[in-house]
């Protein structure tokens, strides 16, 4: 099973968000996957894929703000 490691970006309240704990949230896991905290939208995107882009039914999408990932680029490995 998978871990969190550590978090990619700045922390929710780095970023101004104003409870700190309810906002969007990027993190790196023990398996080198990434998990992300985000506002679901799966329902409204999913029609919008472009036609070599597929869901598995047990896949979600997920919307974080631009500023998010925008911010957490400095943490991302290259490899």
Do not use: H, W
Not at 3 to 9: A, L, M, P, Q, S
Not at 10 to 27: H, K, L, N, V, Y
Not at 40 to 50: C, F, G, W
């Amino acid at each position: 099973m998978s871990r969190i490691v550590r978090r990619i970006g700045p922390s929710p309240r780095a970023r101004g968000c104003e409870t700190g704990q309810t906002c969007p949230d990027i993190f790196e896991l023990s398996d080198g996957n990434f998990a992300i905290i985000g506002t679901e939208a799966t329902e409204q995107l999913d029609s919008e894929l472009p036609p070599d882009a597929a869901r598995a039914d047990y896949e979600r999408i997920v919307v974080i703000s631009r500023d998010v990932l925008i911010r957490a680029k400095a943490d991302i490995p290259d490899a």
